[in-house]
């Protein structure tokens, strides 16, 4: 064949490919968004860090609350309002509960995750266990627990104030290890405790969208160790021990002392329990997965979100002092100065409340949560969004729509009051830092009482200040964060400096 003859031939077989893509795209109007290449779609222009803010700047620049991009052939539908969140995720729920899944999921074992795995009836077991623990109607009977863990936390702050965060995580962790499996935590460098934070590193990398190629295509899975550029399958053997030890490990030792009647009384104790009176005739072994599933996910679903947030409002605290002021001042008028808070007081210090949401608002812990998947065709406000399409909700936009909380970027806990300084019902709740439909997090409640109840204690002993340098001049906490499924604020330092009247606490 000539050389014309090859020109020619490559030259129609690209109009016809070319036609083809056009065609597609004329057939279905997707939702507006960059424009990308023939086969490889955004592959260079889709964002892999703080993606929040560039699909927000794409909801801004392409006047639409929906906009879609394509990957190698996967399309990717972000809904940047809370409209458009609630009528696919909540409205539409039987199109929109699935989860995209992923090579890196399954091969880690993560898929045991309750909020990793794919719409199932295996799913809805587990969420249906989960539930039980922790609807709002059980979640008061922890009170005491995270009591006694807020307290721990207070005492750690008073005698090593520098190491804030470490503290906080301990606490996050050992209220969570005691109410599910009973375990106590000496701690924040118990060998149990490393595993977790290994394999909270492993979901926080592997949940993000398009983390890894091999997720995009999946015959990579089988690639060895060895290969070039197969560094993934070196994590993947990493993780996995963690995942199978932080699911595994405490479920054994609680399952021995159960069976010789020495268990101590926890979440998981009491599904033993269940398990062992079940009149249903259903497979014990596939009982016993499901619990240890429920268990493990209510671990890592709670630990990080509640570090992360706590964490945040501490950064909060220290960059706005008339806020922290003003919640102390309504801490002492109605508890005085020398009362801790408890949950019974929760409805006594509405700006405590304010402050709490306004934090989760501001900073939301997971901006985008994790991506759902659409099981058929649909179409919305004359969109098509195809089967297949991994939906994801930008938790960040809706949180940070000036229509529902205005001057978003402010952190003002004023909003959710009104001029009595009572908590409005006009206002929404930061609920997408927790998820969307059927899939959002059962866990929130539980959060939402651990959260209240750390900050109004801090609050309630401590000044949040800012470092001084060696001429004395307050440090400015920069205010940076890091991307991923879980953004957290770059280190900064804090002195927690006990306040005056607060002596007698402890």
Not at 435 to 441: P, T
Request: glycine content about 6%; aromatic content about 12%; overall charge negative.
């Amino acid at each position: 064949m000539s050389a014309l003859s090859t020109s020619a031939l490559f030259a129609a077989v690209s109009i016809l490919f070319l036609a083809f893509i056009f065609l597609r795209r004329a057939r279905h109007r997707y939702p507006p968004g960059p424009q990308g290449w023939p086969l490889i779609g955004n592959l260079f222009n889709a964002p892999t860090s703080f993606e929040w803010l560039v699909y927000l700047e794409w909801s801004r620049k392409y006047n639409s609350d929906i906009v879609h991009f394509e990957v190698l052939g996967t399309h990717y539908v972000v809904l940047n309002s809370a409209k458009a969140a609630a009528d696919l995720f909540e409205r539409r729920s039987h199109i929109y509960s699935d989860k995209p899944g992923a090579p890196m999921i399954e091969m880690t074992g993560l898929d045991k995750n309750i909020g990793l795995m794919k719409y199932s009836d295996h799913w809805r077991a587990n969420r249906r266990l989960f539930h039980q623990y922790f609807r709002s109607t059980v979640v008061s009977t922890y009170h005491p627990l995270t009591a006694r863990a807020v307290r721990e936390l207070i005492y750690a702050l008073s005698k090593e104030p520098s190491q804030f965060e470490k503290h906080i995580r301990k606490m996050a962790g050992a209220n969570i290890l005691r109410i599910i499996y009973g375990m106590e935590v000496e701690s924040e460098d118990d060998s149990y405790m490393v595993v977790i934070d290994d394999v909270l590193h492993a979901i926080s990398t592997v949940a993000s969208s398009r983390a890894y190629l091999v997720d995009s295509f999946p015959i990579l899975r089988h690639v060895p160790a060895w290969f070039p550029g197969a560094k993934f399958k070196r994590e993947i053997a990493k993780w996995r021990v963690s995942v199978e030890e932080m699911y595994m490990r405490p479920f054994r030792e609680l399952k021995v002392a159960f069976e010789s009647g020495h268990a101590k009384p926890c979440v998981l104790t009491n599904m033993l329990f269940d398990i062992s009176q079940d009149k249903e005739g259903r497979d014990p072994a596939m009982l016993e997965q499901v619990a240890i599933n429920t268990a493990g996910t209510a671990y890592s679903a709670a630990a990080d979100t509640i570090t992360l947030a706590l964490i945040n409002f501490i950064l909060a605290m220290l960059m706005h002092p008339e806020v922290q002021e003003r919640a102390q001042e309504e801490i002492v008028s109605i508890l005085g100065p020398d009362k801790l808070p408890e949950m019974e007081d929760q409805d006594s210090l509405p700006f405590i409340t304010a402050v709490m949401k306004e934090s989760l608002r501001w900073r939301p812990p997971l901006p985008l949560a994790v991506p759902h998947r659409a099981v058929v065709d649909d179409e919305y406000n004359g969109y098509h969004i195809p089967a297949g399409s991994v939906v994801i909700g930008n938790g960040w936009a809706i949180m940070h729509d000036n229509s529902r909380y205005p001057d978003p970027e402010s952190f003002n806990p004023a909003r959710f009051l009104d001029h009595e300084g009572k908590l409005r019902k006009d206002v929404p709740d930061p609920m997408q830092a927790f998820g969307y439909g059927r899939r959002i997090c059962p866990g929130r409640y539980f959060v939402f009482d651990t959260l209240w109840m750390t900050e109004a204690n801090i609050l309630a002993v401590f000044s949040i200040q800012k470092p001084q340098d060696e001429l004395g001049n307050a440090v400015e906490p920069g205010g940076e964060y890091t991307s991923g499924t879980f953004s957290f604020p770059t280190p900064f330092e804090a002195r927690f400096q006990r306040r005056d009247g607060a002596g007698s606490l402890s």
